[in-house]
């Protein structure tokens, strides 16, 4: 599903130039769940941001489902962000002055579905997230669970072949970041490739991959035993 | 532009977002509300002033005189310069072919008339038939002198408007008598003057009549033209012009005054005047019209500013629409649909509300110098639009920029 090589990436910064990136070679296969782990500065959110078509690398390539990602304009880049990727944001990122319905039919928006089919499917998402009577409410009648789940409602919507999750848990307490990882657990059996960047231990231990970054490089990558979300919330 | 959905995408962020629509509008609604009202008064001053010169025929040259002022030729100075009917007969015969009206006035400036009971005191004048067209003038019944009147010493009277309703209080006035000074006169017509009552407190009566009436002989005050139009209101200008040196210089020859001699003859041509009122009208309506321009700028300037506040505010929203997988150009088209949206409302709510109160207010405000102020529908239609326009265009280059902002900047601007 993913592939990547060689792939180098930095930032400059008035005369200095940061190497962020030096050399990731990565693969993903369709299915799969992998968290990327790191400190803060090991690359692992620009790994994730070049993942998602939102950034470019300087040097090597990354295929996505078969399609190489390089020197694409805004337009291609746009489509096939909402094609391919759905994602989901530490902060959110829900558009405050629509209902939580409406933030899920958006990326259908973008792909041209008619607005009543757009609800219809929006609807069918939030039911999936469990927050169906919260359809009408704005996000910020929402608690930070139940935001991040709408996200999650909103990523699904168009039917990605990849989630990308930024953090998705670092802005809520252990209770709810277990319940939102029970979601992601359910949505990848049935199917869904799920990368996942965290530097909480117990979060990355419930996807079935972890991948170690440090100073840009790639340290470890080994296979682990899920730990189920459902489970640990009745420890 | 007609695409439903993005019309429903735009409705759901204005109702969502109140105040920055309002303010919005609010610029370009009073925007176009002062333009409309500045566009207005001017025009009002400008009917105000026209109003002024319709009580004479435009192109009107008056002849009068006066004492001279200079010794000339070894006469002294104080002469009185008295007009007789052979300089009208000879003046006339000399322009026969540039002349369109031309009249020889005697005048006496209170002459007590009678009518059963009513009297009243009014200004006679014994004129030509063209004097009516000189006067700008109209019968509202019966009819002007005419040349039979003149030739014939016919004691006939044309009447303003004013003598009219003193004297008949509303009856018929026509074939009946009135006694000037002792004399008795037909009434032959009654006119209305749009110098109004003033004007209209006249009495006229054929030129040899008075002058026979009165004693008066030969002598004549005024003498009135006007000339031949050429279609052109700057060769008539300058025709007029030509024609009343001429005359000057021919009049203070036969009289034998200095030339210098500004007193004792003077030609006028109201033409003169009525160029220097239209350009002083010009002069009006450009002022207003660079007020109303900068009011439009100002208005653009404020639209252009507000987008600005508008895209930085959603910068987020747009990074957040840019990674679902908006197209620039949909955010660009977003951005511009609603702005152009807002400003076309707001600018048509302030055309209604200018014109509303054009409609309201404008008869009450009757003054000597500004007169149904009203302003040209077509024209504010047209500035609603440059302005929508201008507010398009100062929209797109925030918007533009905005489409041009990568997603994960956007999505980290807090």
């Known amino acids: 599903m993913i592939e990547i090589k060689s792939l180098h990436k930095s930032y400059k910064t008035g005369s200095t130039s940061l190497h962020v990136l030096k050399g990731i070679d990565f693969s993903v296969k369709e299915g799969e769940m992998v968290s990327i782990m790191g400190s803060s500065g090991s690359g692992k959110s620009t790994l994730l941001n070049i993942l998602g078509i939102l ?19 805004e337009k291609i880049a746009a489509r096939y962000r909402n094609k391919f990727l759905g994602f989901i944001f530490q902060s959110f990122n829900l558009i ?22 757009r609800l219809d499917r929006a609807m069918h998402y939030l039911e999936k997230v469990g927050l169906a009577e919260w359809a009408t409410h704005l996000p910020n009648e929402l608690s930070g669970g139940q935001k991040q789940r709408v996200a999650i409602a909103r990523a699904l919507a168009s039917d990605p072949k990849v989630l990308l999750a930024d953090e998705p848990t670092g802005a809520l307490d252990s209770k709810t970041s277990y319940e939102v990882m029970e979601i992601i657990q359910t949505i990848n059996d049935e199917g869904k490739t799920i990368l996942l960047v965290t530097h909480e231990d117990d979060i990355a231990h419930m996807t079935k991959r972890i991948v170690h970054l440090k100073d840009g490089i790639i340290i470890d990558d080994s296979p682990v035993k899920q730990q189920r979300a459902k489970t640990a919330l009745h420890v | 532009m007609f695409d439903l959905e993005r019309w429903q995408e735009i409705f759901e962020a204005i109702r969502k977002n109140k105040l920055r629509t309002f303010l919005t509008g609010l610029s370009v609604a009073s925007g176009i509300f002062i333009l409309v009202i500045l566009l207005a008064t001017g025009k009002g001053i400008e009917n105000g002033v026209a109003k002024q010169f319709e009580r004479d025929a435009a192109s009107r040259i008056s002849v009068w005189t006066g004492v001279t002022s200079q010794g000339y ?42 009518y059963n009971n009513e009297n009243g005191s009014y200004r006679i004048e014994g004129a030509l038939p063209d004097y009516q067209f000189l006067e700008n003038e109209s019968m509202t019944a019966g009819r ?87 279609g052109n209101f700057n060769r008539d200008v300058e025709a007029s012009n030509v024609f009343t040196t001429q005359l000057e210089d021919q009049l203070k020859t036969r009289h034998t005054i200095a030339p210098t001699d500004n007193r004792a003859i003077t030609v006028r041509s109201n033409l003169q005047e009525t160029k220097r009122f239209y350009d002083l009208n010009n002069m009006i309506s450009l002022f207003f019209w660079a007020v109303g321009i900068c009011t439009i700028i100002a208005g653009v300037v404020g639209v252009s500013n507000i987008m600005l506040i508008i895209v930085k505010e959603r910068t987020k929203e747009i990074g957040i629409r840019k990674a679902i997988g908006a197209e620039p150009w949909s955010i660009i088209w977003m951005i511009m649909h609603e702005s152009i949206f807002i400003t076309a409302i707001a600018g048509f709510l302030g055309l209604i509300f200018g ?7 404008g008869p009450a405000i009757e003054t000597e110098f500004i007169s149904n102020p009203s302003v040209d529908f077509n024209i504010a239609i047209s500035t609603v639009f440059i302005l929508i326009i201008a507010g398009a265009i100062a929209g797109f280059f925030p918007a533009y920029r905005a489409a041009k902002i990568k997603p994960i900047e956007a999505l980290n601007d807090d």
Do not use: C, H
């Open chain 2, 144 to 230: 002007f002198i005419n040349n039979y009147d003149q030739e014939n010493y016919e004691k006939v009277a044309v009447i303003g408007q004013k003598v009219y309703t003193d004297l008949f209080k509303g009856k018929k006035a026509i074939g009946e008598y009135i006694d000037i000074t002792g004399i008795k006169f037909k009434v032959i017509g009654v006119f209305t003057d749009p110098g109004g009552e003033r004007e209209e407190a006249r009495i006229m009566m054929p030129l040899s009549t008075s002058q026979r009436v009165f004693n008066a002989g030969e002598n004549i005050r005024n003498i009135a033209f006007t000339l031949q139009s050429t």
């Open chain 2, 73 to 114: 030729k070894g006469l002294n100075p104080g002469r009185f310069i008295q007009l007789k009917n052979n300089d009208f007969d000879q003046t006339v015969l000399k322009y026969q072919d540039q002349l369109e009206y031309k009249s020889s006035i005697y005048r006496i400036w209170s002459g007590l008339t009678t």
């Open chain 2, 355 to 361: 014109l509303g109160l054009l409609e309201l207010a």
């Open chain 1, 96 to 117: 405050n002055y629509k209902s939580a319905l409406d933030n899920v039919a958006m990326p259908l928006y973008y792909q041209g579905v008619k607005r009543a089919e």
């Open chain 1, 55 to 73: 950034d470019e690398a300087d040097e090597g390539t990354y295929t996505l489902d078969g399609v190489l990602i390089k020197n694409l304009n």
